[in-house]
């Protein structure tokens, strides 16, 4: 139906006889002469009808917004004094000889250069959406995004393996999605949280580098980075360690990010550990544009009279730290509180503070504080020492226990850096994280959970302490972040079943409970599973950070809201009863638990 694409019309095309098609992106009658802009996914054309061609002219005084028109056409140079430099085709125009509407339109319910539409009108009308330029932009760089890593992962000898999507239930991490089973009364399927187990047989299977780009599913409470589907770049090796795996993965999203927006990346990504990660930021996903440190000030405040600081720092699992803000001492008591709420969302009961308005006069006179009258000189001046503050500083303290004052502390660190500016500018800093914890203790239930999943190997070295001393054991688990994001992560696998069986006894998962859940895999181990380990990456994430967008729901063509719903389908939704009686399923009251 069409000889060219809208926006690839320039001045090589001058004289020649043209069809386009696309979208009348607006329409202008210019004292006769008609003009409209004419839109497909690579860009805008002006058609201009002149009343000479009546038929066609009188068709055009019909069109209006998001008609689909078929337009027959001369490219012409524009006038003198009426090229557009802004436009690709800003050089030219074209003189419409015959115009067609293949479709019209209602009155759009937004007009597509209108900034201020809210998201909820956006995804329920995402189909119109999607024809914005910001959108057509976000959606193809995630093509190219994809092709890109392809193009990586052939030439590495990677091959694309499609992994199950009706699962078996393994409840170890997120809820899972189920699937109620017509044909197996009373049973379920799973959606897959991830292609973990089955990337792993597939090692098992001779297979050595597989990848897929896998659609993974989530029941989980939602944030700006979470969808309760997403999709990941999942790969898995074999006969590699972690630093070769590393490298491919550093080496791939370094030839991505230059291949589809010309950014160079580092040469070598730094490597810190999880405990220097927290220690230092707060956070085991810190963003290195950000010029705050968090400094640990636990064993300074054991002898104060603060009873915050002094509890905090005589507990087992207690820490003081504290955070300074250069400049800090000219932030008004309402922005002081207004940081206080937001650090009570991670747990911390508050948030105490000193302005340091002389650095020669360790009391109340030189330090603003209602705590500086209960810590005596020797702690304010250690207080001042490590955290190098000077005169017009202030220093916020978080003194609580080590996983509440990093969450609380290290978010605070993220916000005041961007808001106040404290960041490296136009730079992309990425980093990969190492020597996660194997475990965390689950203080509800008091047990240890996988700090990544139950299949990650713990360091070498570490094994023996997976009986008697698991808060101990190292993992050999590798997070990549770039700008504050996890973009990607992965381990090394547990390759031999008696270590595999010994951390699901860590995790205390019996026996008969991990043959239940997991015997295929345990029962792969014990015939010849080569070492193995893998990576998997945020293809949502990744889409997201390039873009500049706010959020991922801005690089999936059709997301779910926060609550987990799909505007535009009105999804999830109700089904009649005779699919629930097929399914054996019976719905319960909404006023019953």
Sequence with gaps: MRTHYCGELNAKHINEEVVLCGWAHRRRDHGGVIFIDLRDRFGLAQIVIDPDTKDAFKIAESVRNEFVLKVKCKVRARP?????????????????????????????????????????????????????????????LRYEISKNIR?????????????????????EGARDYLVPSRVHHGEFFALPQSPQLFKQLLMVSGFDRYYQ???????????????????????????????QIMDISENMIRAMFKAVKDIDLPENFPRITYEEAINRFGSDKPDMRVNLELVDLTDEMKTVDFKVFASAANQTNGKVAALKIPGGANLSRSEIDTYTEFVKIYGAKGLAYIKINDITQLNESGLQSPIVKNIHEVALKQIIEKTSAENGDLVFFGADKRKIVHEALGALREKIGHEKNFLIKDMWTPLWVVDFPMFEMDEEEKRWNALHHPFTAPNDGHEEFLDKNPEKCLSKAYDMVINGWEV?????????????????????????????????????????????????????????????????????????????????????????????????????PKNVS
Excluded: W
């Design 488 to 588: 990607g992560g992965g381990s090394i696998r547990i390759h031999k079943q008696d270590i595999q069986a010994k951390v699901l006894k860590a995790l205390n998962i019996s026996d008969a409970e991990a043959e239940e859940k997991f015997g295929f895999l345990l029962k792969a181990l014990q015939f010849g599973a080569p070492p193995h380990g893998g990576i998997a990456f945020g293809l949502d994430r990744l889409t997201t950070l390039l873009a500049g967008a706010e959020s991922i729901r801005d690089v999936i063509a059709f997301p779910k809201t926060q609550k987990a719903q799909c505007l535009l389908t009105e999804a999830p939704s109700s089904v009649d009863e005779k699919q629930l009686r097929e399914l054996h399923i019976k719905v319960r």
């Design 151 to 171: 193009n990586y992962l052939d030439k590495e000898k990677f091959i694309e393996i499609e992994t199950p999507i009706l699962n078996k239930s393994t409840p």
């Design 80 to 140: 003198a004094g009426t090229v557009n430099k802004n436009l690709p085709t800003g050089e030219v125009e074209m003189l419409a000889s015959e115009l067609e509407i293949l479709n019209p339109s209602l009155t759009p319910p937004f007009m597509l250069d209108d900034d201020s539409i809210t998201e909820s009108i956006r995804l329920e009308n995402r189909f119109m959406d999607l024809r914005r330029d910001e959108m057509q932009s976000n959606i193809i």
């Design 213 to 243: 780009i896998a659609r993974c599913f989530r029941d989980e409470d939602l944030r700006a980075d979470r969808q309760p589907e997403f999709t990941q770049i999942d790969m898995e090796t074999s006969f590699l360690d972690e630093s």
